[in-house]
């Protein structure tokens, strides 16, 4: 059964500050991966998509990279805005025949001080 | 394009009593749409997959019977919520299949209150 961690579970810094957040799976096998952003109370905003076969995704100021045979991705946000403060959640969609679903990790806490 | 809507987006109920909440496609056909919960702090959990025209796949643990599914069309899903207890209170997010990139869209999520 997939598994998908994040870490850290939450990250304050302050403005403009480039920052990192990481987040791993056990099971290599997927079809590609989704960094989404969701404010309090709100749904989920997609920010990028990786197929398997890419290794890396940018829009805008975020840069998202994938590492599929350790299992790892990263969401990189540069010169960081108060307006980026949400919970970045990572998910894998597995790719055997009828895994359509996406695991989700528990998210990163995201706070950026003016 | 793109857009998952859900409707209601808030809604309080009394304990026993049923809720349905609507997932639609608004601008593509989607042949697959799911259903997932969020408790308070916590990441999403899928309930179910739903397919157009068939019956739902229910995740274990999940009571088919009291989280009924409906996807009578490629552009509506329903989930109603039966005989509702305040363990039922939740964020009830679907998303629906996109084309070509295997990519869900996401709705804004309905928030359910049970007293």
């Known amino acids: 059964k997939q598994e998908v961690t994040q870490i850290p579970a939450a990250l304050s810094v302050p403005e403009g500050e480039n920052l990192v957040l990481n987040c791993s799976f056990t099971d290599s096998a997927i079809y590609n991966l989704q960094w989404f952003r969701q404010d309090p109370g709100k749904g989920l905003t997609s920010l990028l998509l990786i197929q398997s076969s890419q290794r890396e995704q940018t829009s805008g100021r975020l840069n998202a990279s994938l590492d599929k045979s350790s299992g790892r991705s990263t969401l990189y946000i540069a010169a960081s805005q108060p307006g980026d403060s949400a919970t970045y959640l990572c998910a894998v969609r597995g790719s055997g025949a009828g895994s359509y679903q996406l695991t989700f990790g528990k998210g990163t806490k995201l706070s950026v001080i003016p | 394009g793109a857009v998952v809507s859900q409707h209601p987006s808030w809604v309080i109920c009394k304990s026993g009593t049923s809720v349905k909440i609507e997932c639609r496609s608004l601008?593509?056909?989607?042949?697959?749409m799911f259903w997932y919960r969020q408790f308070p702090k916590q990441s999403l959990m899928l309930m179910a997959t739903?397919?157009?025209?068939?019956?739902?796949?229910?995740e274990q643990g999940v009571e088919k019977d009291k989280f009924l599914i409906n996807h009578a069309s490629l552009t509506l899903s329903t989930l109603t919520v039966t005989s509702a207890h305040p363990e039922d209170s939740s964020f009830y997010i679907c998303?629906?299949?996109?084309?070509?990139?295997?990519?869900?869209?996401f709705g804004p999520g309905t928030r359910l209150t049970v007293t």
């Open positions: 601008d593509f056909q989607a042949t697959t």
């Open positions: 739903s397919n157009e025209g068939s019956k739902a796949t229910y």
């Open positions: 998303s629906a299949d996109g084309q070509g990139q295997y990519e869900q869209y």
